[in-house]
T-cell receptor
């Protein structure tokens, strides 16, 4: 069965600090996809990134970067020089290609608070 | 381009009433998903459709919940009769059919059952 664990319930940082959000997953599939979504206070869920299980290259997009390590079943998300607008709940999610159909399994989310 | 559209954005109803939530997926997307988000249970998949056909409804809580997708551009989630424990935010999402593709979420409907 697929499972996603986000052990950090809440993180508070001061603006301009770097922050890493952890995500650990469990799956029996060899082919799967990992995602990060952002849920700002307004409530909508915003897609940030998709990564497939065969691509372990790290990715950088502006102040955002993602570190995918199959050896530790982790897909961590780092925000560099955080800003107040980054305050949100961030969800990691997993989709198995064969075992889970087209279903996304979400972690419980990490609430990030960026203060001035 | 328009994203996923949901209506209403907020719904307050009394216990026992019928509630209908509506969703218009992104044009060209052929998979549609209904999720429920609560503090206690997080984000749960209720049901998903592929090419207007329900594929997996194992997440639907009970017979009071039903979902339809009469065409590629419209879906409804109905609760009859509603109960206070149904209070939650209900999200609709759509994606291209292949499993590899990400899902795009609507703004959600905040349902309060008193």
């Amino acid at each position: 069965a697929q499972k996603v664990t986000q052990a950090q319930t809440e993180i508070s940082v001061v603006e301009k600090e770097d922050v890493t959000l952890d995500c650990v997953y469990e799956t029996r599939d060899t082919t799967y996809y990992l995602f990060w979504y952002k849920q700002p206070p307004s409530g909508e869920l915003v897609f940030l990134i998709r990564r497939n299980s065969f691509d372990e290259q790290n990715e950088i997009s502006g102040r955002y970067s993602w570190n995918f390590q199959k050896s530790t079943s982790s897909f961590n998300f780092t925000i560099t020089a955080s800003q107040v607008v980054d305050s949100a709940v961030y969800f990691c999610a997993l989709k198995e290609l064969t075992g889970g159909g087209n279903k996304l399994t979400f972690g419980t989310g990490t609430q990030l608070k960026v203060e001035l | 381009d328009a994203g996923v559209i949901q209506s209403p954005r907020h719904e307050v109803t009394e216990m026992g009433q019928e509630v209908t939530l509506r969703c218009k997926p992104i044009s060209g997307h052929n998979s549609l998903f209904w999720y429920r988000q609560t503090m206690m249970r997080g984000l749960e998949l209720l049901i998903y459709f592929n090419n207007n056909v329900p594929i997996d409804d194992s997440g639907m809580p009970e017979d009071r919940f039903s979902a339809k997708m009469p065409n590629a551009s419209f879906s409804t989630l109905k609760i009859q009769p509603s109960e206070p424990r149904d209070s939650a935010v209900y999200f609709c999402a759509s994606s291209l059919g292949r499993s590899s593709y990400e899902q795009y979420f609507g703004p959600g409907t905040r349902l309060t059952v008193t």
